[in-house]
């Protein structure tokens, strides 16, 4: 069974532009969740959704959204980027919300 | 979640048994133990999850205090590529969301 992949794997992008990062689960997996790392805070929580609806959502600006789609699969979106932006974006799925999670291998973004 | 407490780097020698120890002295009832770990860049990898019985799969071995407060991740043959930050959460498994609360972790280090 394929593991959660996670596309692109490194981007780079300048002050005020925005992105938009994406994740397929591991099939069957209904709940993704999107978790942020960087050397200053280490990894945190961003949101979870889970059969298309936000679940949880951690301590982070309105700038930080996501969706998810019917096929389970989800997209993180980030406008007007800061520098402090600059982090390992990851993305773990699970069968539902509760369950073990699966860490995708991470989409690193550096912001200039 | 309650919060863990782990010692922030240990050492093994290659072939001999990594023993990580976790306080989790706030634990509530309802909670589980999860350790995960994170090669160097890399997402980070589940291992084992346990309540309140010890549990083993083929990565590791997970010993839960009769008190519950403190637990230990066993592995038992440790080898070069268990090189890594290894990470001890607590959190309710049910249906109530997927945040997982990732303390400092332990970096072990496995030398030949």
Partial sequence: K???TQTPRYLIKTRGQQVTLSCSPISGHRSVSWYQQTPGQGLQFLFEYFSETQRNKGNFPGRFSGRQFSNSRS????STLELGDSALYLCASSRTSGDSQYFGPGTRLTVL | DAKTTQPPSMDCAEGRAANLPCN???ISGNEYV????????QGPQYIIHGLKNNETNEMASLIITEDRKSSTLI???ATLRDTAVYYCIVRVAN????????GGGTRLMVKP
Avoid: C, D, K
């Avoid at chain 1, 997209?75 to 980030?78: K, R």
């Avoid at chain 2, 249906?95 to 990732?102: K, P, V």
């Fill in chain 2, 24 to 26: 989790h002295s706030t």
């Fill in chain 2, 34 to 41: 999860y350790w995960y770990r994170q090669i160097h860049s």
């Fill in chain 2, 95 to 102: 249906n109530a969301g997927n945040m997982l609360t990732f």
């Fill in chain 1, 2 to 4: 394929a593991g959660v």
């Fill in chain 2, 75 to 77: 592995l038992p043959h």
């Fill in chain 1, 75 to 78: 997209e993180m979106n980030v």
